[in-house]
């Protein structure tokens, strides 16, 4: 028989709700696929169901407070933190949310957390009215947007007597969300993805510059997610405020001119070429050596056009006649007149999506979690989302993107 998760490593991390007990029945499903699993348990967990049981199905001793370390050669969250190829929580409490989303670290369970890099699976179990707590959506939105998985509780009969949403997912379906996760197929395996992310930066003196408010959040959700699903990507970013993800290729610019380059000289070897940095459209005509000083009440600057990025690609598609061109995504932030600004920004640039967002929304735009988009098509094509994740936004596009490449560009 088949064992689709065998060489791989999971963490199972169980935290202190009824639901626990279910995590025994999860534990032997993934040790039946193949998976080598390791336990943490959280104090509230072991109040629920034993760590001797877990021991016993999973076969590895079971982690439950951070300063029992059993081997001196090694520290054990690091250890496990490193080893792991998925770590899932299940159940996941609104306590152990809110410490995965503000960073705390207080037992063993949130620590290895904190020092894991490798994906996170989240199966939520809560009172209806907690899992509805704004507190608690605040912190699924914010988890999601960084990239964590969740299977979402089913709605059903609670252990506190309600009815409602909020009742662990079955252990035979977060099962088959990690199989789906480590062993499912890639829908960009094999195909090269070129992101640009962030805002340029336009030099006036070495100290002062021409940006705009672009945090990087929209093209760092689009690097993970395509990575995610097996894309070789590389990312072309400028001013952003975080820092680019891991297992892609990172291309640091500063200006219009410097981003152009880079992308033109990588776009030939894409398949999607997405365009989601927010590039200054004019730059001082002249850079001053020094620091410029006070010498008026006023001070005009004289300002030329950028090159436009996203038009230069278009056009060079249109020469490629016979030649393999990638699927190009542009993006269109508006403040009013949305669709009507997209749809003639998409006939303009020649590109194949227009992904447009009103930045004046809240919940959209720059700097935000999520976003609110509307994506434009050729040959008519529309879809309006709902606020949702970045990362979810990503994941959209790039099934149309993929769909795309399938129909046309096999």
Not at 12 to 36: D, P, Q, V
Not at 218 to 228: H, N, V
Request: neutral net charge; glycine residues 8%.
């Amino acid at each position: 028989m088949t064992k689709p998760l065998s060489g791989k490593t999971i963490i199972l991390g169980i935290s202190g709700g009824i639901a626990a007990y279910k995590a025994a029945t999860l534990c032997s499903r993934l040790a039946g696929l193949g998976a080598s699993v390791r336990v943490i348990m959280t104090e509230g967990a072991t109040k629920f169901i034993t760590p001797l049981t877990l021991q016993t199905i999973s076969r590895h001793p079971v982690a439950t407070d951070v300063f029992d370390e059993r081997d001196a050669s090694i520290v054990q969250h690091i250890d496990w933190a490193d080893a792991a190829d998925l770590v899932v929580v299940a159940p996941a409490t609104a306590n152990i949310l809110s410490k995965m989303a503000n960073g705390l670290a207080d037992d063993m369970l949130s620590t290895t957390l904190l020092a894991v890099t490798a994906p996170v699976l989240v199966a939520p179990a809560m009172n209806v009215h907690m899992w509805e707590h704004p507190a608690v959506i605040d912190n699924v939105n914010k988890l999601a947007s960084r990239g964590v998985t969740f299977v979402e509780p089913g709605t059903g009969q609670l252990a506190c007597g309600y009815v409602g949403k909020g009742r662990l997912a079955e252990p035979d379906e977060i099962a088959e969300a990690v199989a789906a996760m480590l062993a499912g197929p890639k829908p960009l395996a094999g195909r090269r993805v070129l992101i640009t992310a962030g805002g340029t930066l336009e030099r006036i003196d070495p100290v002062r510059y021409i940006t705009n408010d672009s945090s990087g959040k929209m093209g760092f959700a689009f690097a993970e997610a395509a990575r995610d699903w097996g894309a070789d990507v590389t990312l072309v970013y400028g001013k952003t405020d975080g820092v680019p993800p891991e297992g892609i290729q990172a291309v640091r610019v500063e200006s219009a001119e410097q981003m152009k380059d880079a992308v033109m000289s990588r776009a030939a070897e894409a398949d999607i070429v997405i365009k989601s940095a927010a590039v200054a459209d004019y730059r001082p005509l002249h850079q001053e050596e020094h620091k410029m000083k006070k010498k008026s009440d006023t001070l005009t600057l004289e300002l030329v056009r950028n090159p436009d990025i996203l038009q230069t690609i278009g056009e060079w598609r249109e020469k490629q006649a016979g030649k393999r061109v990638p699927v190009v995504i542009g993006f269109a932030a508006e403040t009013m007149e949305l669709e009507r600004n997209a749809l003639d920004k998409l006939a303009r640039k020649k590109c194949d999506y227009i992904v447009a967002n009103n930045v004046t929304q809240a919940g959209a735009g720059f700097g935000t979690d999520t976003n609110i988009v509307s994506i434009y098509g050729t040959g008519g094509f529309a879809e309006h989302l709902p606020r949702m994740p970045k990362k979810a936004v990503a994941q959209r596009v790039l099934e149309l993107a993929a769909a795309k490449i399938g129909t046309e560009r096999a």
